[in-house]
């Protein structure tokens, strides 16, 4: 790892030692020159790999995962809306991200982007957060990949016992009202999902295997699913019953909460209901696009191919799933879709079992690729923190001599995943994950009007447009979908950072590469 690169006398500074060290920002040319050891990924992705990436992300979680929850439950019909909202907010996240993939072509995403313009603790704090986003949304997406896999399996004549087929907890209503109501973990009479533990057994062992081999599986079950997507809304457009959309936003259009108390929508006593609402929970689906920030490192032209690959699969993606929503809630009543398999139920549901078929197992591989893109960012965040003294070097900024791989935090990432997905409800999993991304875009979206500030001068080979708007527009839409969360997810976030203040003050502050440059300016 290396640790030497040049740090000038202003570039750390601070009024006081404790005020310099948490707010101590990373110089770019610190980044880009860390990038060039022996520990540096191996660039081989193109803009057409790299859209595919961010492409097999998103297609899959938001389609084939979180649809028919946030419909039955959430935002009804109006979730086509939802979508639109969703989109709009993160295509403005994309456009800050896109300007600081093509400034810092290094791993590690919005914690680099932090690092370089809020200083360490604030980078701290996203990195952190970007692991619980990642592993959150990998173990999701792996019990939705369950949860289809399953619709096949008796069509071959295998039926797993309840034992191996079912979490070990369930997300259920405290009092039975459903929807808008409080929920809570209740024991299942599973043991363990064992299907969404296997594949995310397989999808590590194909990621410590290596980054092209993984970007081109990936591709493969890309191709798989734009057609089965495609195919949903072309034939599914014959069986749309128009009344299905009436009432169009059956709990409202609002849906924005703070802390449990009801600012705009229909009051209600639990967590936020209608169109906003929808927003934050199907937010989740488009994670995939900032998961490109975290492979500038290993794109062959990352200044050039990482902006357009995020914009260029952000736009893929909205379109379909805003058409993908209008079927779907054409085809069913709301209140009848199927959460876990929504859209192959769907089908069945008309008349199409065949169609049924066809679509689950488009399922299965769309999920296959997003749990293999999700799977493969958090290990790279990792990789940055390391080279930062964050975590500990010897095991998280490890890469692999052969594979080039950050092969042993792939493996711990692995590990985790699988107790998660194996152990815990999609429904629980999924309102986890949406909080993270949303803090994250928020971040990045100041990051930009901080360096823009403190940085005029530096290189943007992309630069975000209309800016102070764009990034200020970001910031609020994204706080604004942060507060429709139901309010036990900002408890679970909060916990989740206060468990990593606490490794940041007990190691991380120890042991930084930027802590150390400081101490060597001032003597």
Partial sequence: MQTNSPVGKNSVSGPSKKQGQLFTRKPLKMLLDEAKGENRLRRVLGPVQLTALGVGAVIGAGIFVSTGKAAHDIAGPALMFSYMLAGVACIFAALCYAEFASMVPVAGSAYTYAYATLGEMFAWIIGWDLVLEYAVGSATVANGWSSYLQKLLPKLGIDLPAALSKPLFMYVDKDGAGPGTDHEFAMTNGIVNLPAVLVVVAVTLVLVKGIQESARFNATMVAVKVFAVLFVILVGAFYINPENWQPMAPMGWGGISFFGHNVF??????????????????????????????????????????????????????????????????????????????????????????????????GVAG????????????????????????????????V??????????TLLIGAFVAVLAGLLPIDALLEM??????????????????????HPEAERPFRCPLVPIVPILGIIMCVGLMCSLPVANWYRLIGWLAIGFVIYFTYSMKHSVMRKAAQEDRS
């Avoid at 965040?381 to 930062?388: G, I, N, T, Y």
């Fill in 265 to 362: 929508g229909e009051s209600s006593s639990g967590p936020p209901v209608g169109m906003v609402a929808g927003a934050a929970i199907i937010f989740f689906a488009y994670i995939g696009f900032d998961s490109v920030s975290t492979h500038a490192e290993e794109a062959k032209n990352p200044q050039k191919d990482v902006p357009i690959a995020i914009i260029a699969s952000l736009l893929i993606c909205t379109v379909l799933y805003i058409g993908v929503v209008a079927v779907l809630t054409g085809m069913v009543p709301y209140n009848q879709i199927d959460v876990g398999a929504g859209v192959s139920s769907a089908f069945s549901s008309v008349g199409l079992g065949w169609a049924e078929t066809i679509i689950a197992c488009a």
């Fill in 433 to 454: 994950a949406n909080i993270g991304t949303l803090f994250a875009f928020v971040i990045v979206c100041a990051a930009v009007l901080i360096m823009r500030k403190k």
């Fill in 400 to 409: 692999h001599p052969k594979y080039r791989t950050p092969w042993k935090s």
């Fill in 367 to 398: 999920i296959t690729s997003v749990l293999l893109v999700m799977m493969l960012s958090a290990p790279r965040v990792f990789l940055a923190m390391a080279r930062d003294g964050m975590v500990p070097a010897k095991f998280f900024s490890a």
